[in-house]
């Protein structure tokens, strides 16, 4: 079974441009979960999915992030204007469901936004 | 005050010593109790879950619950070189079984 697939592994940006990662979940799997995961503030749940639809979204920092889980097998998280204090690896994880008690963490996207 | 306190270390030991980890936690709410375990440039991978009280074996790695001190440790015996990681604690609380609270992470290393 091929984990959780995120992409790109890489970005390098510039500040104020519009950037997209992207995550495809374990087939099967119900939830899905958005971590940012920094020296600073260590790992962080930015916003989770049951189903496809959007359960809690507190963790997203701001209006400049958004993400959408358009069906089961794909989600994006979307910075826009991105700023230089983005940058961060962004991890997407998925279970089974809510209540499951192993998420299963993607390679992550390593951000870099100058 | 954070949820999940965890020194970040970082920890350096020889090949073959135990490696001792610790969490504590504030909410007294928190019922399940995991240590995740992420190797360099990599995600974070289920190591070890428990929601009791007391001790939980896997090989050579052992998980320790004690609710009354909000306090949870892991312990790795016969530390091997490929044990080299960042071992982070993760907690959930019985209302929110959903989210994870992680701890800061403690980098290991194991030194051949």
């Known amino acids: 079974d091929a984990g959780v697939i995120q992409s790109p592994r890489h970005e390098v940006t510039e500040m104020g441009q519009e950037v997209t990662l992207r995550c495809k979940p374990i087939?099967?799997?119900?939830?899905l979960f958005w971590y940012r995961q920094t020296m600073m503030r260590g790992l962080e749940l930015l916003i989770y999915f049951n189903n496809n639809v959007p359960i809690d979204d507190s963790g997203m920092p701001e209006d400049r992030f958004s993400a959408k889980m358009p069906n089961a097998s794909f989600s994006t998280l979307k910075i826009q204007p991105s700023e230089p204090r983005d940058s961060a690896v962004y991890f997407c994880a998925s279970s089974r469901g809510l209540t499951q008690e192993t998420q299963y963490f993607g390679p992550g996207t390593r951000l870099l936004v100058l | 005050q954070k949820e999940v306190e965890q020194d970040p270390g970082p920890l350096s030991v020889p090949e073959g010593a135990i490696v001792s980890l610790n969490c504590t936690y504030s909410?007294?709410?928190?019922?399940?109790f995991m240590w995740y375990r992420q190797y360099s440039r990599k995600g974070p991978e289920l190591l070890m879950y428990?929601?009791?009280?007391g001790n939980k074996e896997d090989g050579r790695f052992t998980a320790q619950v004690d609710k009354s001190s909000k306090y949870i440790s892991l312990f790795i015996r016969d530390s091997q070189p490929s044990d080299s990681a960042t071992y982070l604690c993760a907690i959930r609380d019985r209302s929110n079984d959903y989210k994870l609270s992680f701890g800061a992470g403690t980098t290991v290393t194991v030194r051949a």
């Open positions: 087939s099967g799997h119900n939830s």
């Open positions: 428990t929601y009791s009280s």
């Open positions: 909410n007294s709410a928190f019922q399940y």
